[in-house]
C-alpha cells in the first residue's frame, strides 16, 4: 500500500534523481514546506542518497513513471520508513538490497533526514492512502 508520505517522498526523490525542470521545483516546494532551512536539509539529502545508490547501487538506477515506484524506489522508501518507525534491521535490509554491505551504514546515515516526510503532525494525513 502506498500512502501520500510515499508518494510525496517519491516525487521528490524523482526529481532529485532524475534532474530537469522537476527538480527546481521540488527544491523550491522543500523550501516553502517545511520551510527554507528544513527544505534545504531534506533536499541535501535526497540528492545525496540517490548519488549514493547511483554509484554504489546493486542494480543502477532507474526512475519510474507515474505512481508506481521501480523496485529500487520501493526499497528507498521502504528504508526510510523503517527508519521512521526506529525498526533499523528492516531498514538495514532494505538498504542491504540496494547497495553492497560496506555502503549500507552510510546510505542509512544519509538517508536519516527524510524520515521527516513521515513524522507529520496530521494522523489523518499520514493514513490516507492512494
Known sequence: MVTQDDLLLLNHL????????????????????PGRAAGRVLSWSLGR??????????KGW???????PTGQETRV???????????????EAAALWLVPRGE???????????????????????AATA
Open 14 to 33: 524523482r526529481a532529485h534523481a532524475c534532474g530537469g525542470k522537476c527538480f527546481d521545483q521540488s527544491r523550491q516546494a522543500l523550501s516553502q514546506e
Open 49 to 58: 542518497v540517490a548519488a549514493h545508490v547511483k554509484r554504489f547501487g546493486r
Open 62 to 68: 532507474r526512475c519510474g513513471k507515474g505512481m508506481v
Open 77 to 91: 522508501l521502504g528504508m526510510v520508513r523503517a527508519l521512521a518507525a526506529f525498526d533499523q534491521p528492516a531498514a
Open 104 to 126: 549500507v551504514a552510510t546510505l542509512l546515515e544519509r538517508a536519516m533526514p527524510l524520515t521527516a516526510f513521515y513524522t507529520a503532525d496530521d494522523a489523518a494525513r499520514r
